[in-house]
């Protein structure tokens, strides 16, 4: 299996849950992600210029292959209304074998 | 420490937090599990048949071990009611010692 | 870039919201963590002493850097009331450049 084939869990945070669902529409919609779960909202405690700061926000957590890694993060950065979003990936030691095939062939760049 | 000692976390979605409680109890009660989490309910958006859909899911956060990960996926897919439920078994870098040392002692097979 | 320089996400669970935020705002003052989100309270199942046990958590997902774990894992273990508290670090593969750069930023020891 070629590491690009590799599922990745990608994580990002959203402002609020109507544009977290657009996100995750235009990310399956063009097949860089197969599957985008909306969590909950969390509060995120951060530091910016010297106070920490409290905000609500809308967890993502995104499936998709080490390959599409790098437009799905374009695409996200663009969508995102922040100047720095929160975007990291997390590698995939292993998985219920058709579920990862189902990812792989969701973001082969054909529609959903 | 061998890989088979090497904690991972697995995690998952349930469609429901009745089935997913019942997921979970098999797990720890049967040894294959140390915790199970169960989130509050997430929006699963994913490309099925050409179209885009929408699904309230629980997501779930599994502590087991490298060694029980192939016990504990056969164990979900056989609980799970979808023909291809999400999977996915991410490394674990580091950790609390203790409770690294937990997870493995719950997990080693014997009743929890 | 170093090891150290690796961004890693930490997991852990505190058993209520009230310190959660105390501990997430200690982690990000003392500049071991850049941002921790607080998620909406989880159901874990554990076993322990041969029963199957539930239990109210919040779920904290806590990004900083390998260089900084140790540190961050002995405040979280400080300021934590249980005996074996969950903290487990997960690598990071990859993720938004801009991103990483500040959470570097703000774990190198410097006020947020």
């Not at 890694?69 to 720095?84: K, N, Q, T």
């Amino acid at each position: 299996m070629s590491r690009d084939d590799d599922v990745v869990l990608v994580i990002s945070n959203a402002p609020d849950l109507l544009l977290a669902k657009r996100i995750a529409h235009v990310l399956v919609e063009e097949g860089l992600a197969a599957c985008v779960n909306l969590g909950a909202p969390v509060l995120s405690i951060y530091g910016w210029q010297g106070e920490v700061q409290g905000d609500a926000e809308i967890p993502m957590w995104i499936k998709t292959t080490a390959g599409r890694r790098g437009a799905l993060m374009e695409a996200l950065a663009r969508l995102h209304p922040y100047e720095v979003p929160e975007i990291l990936v997390l590698p995939v030691l292993d998985g219920a074998a058709p579920y990862l095939d189902w990812v792989r062939a969701q973001t082969r760049g054909n529609e959903p």
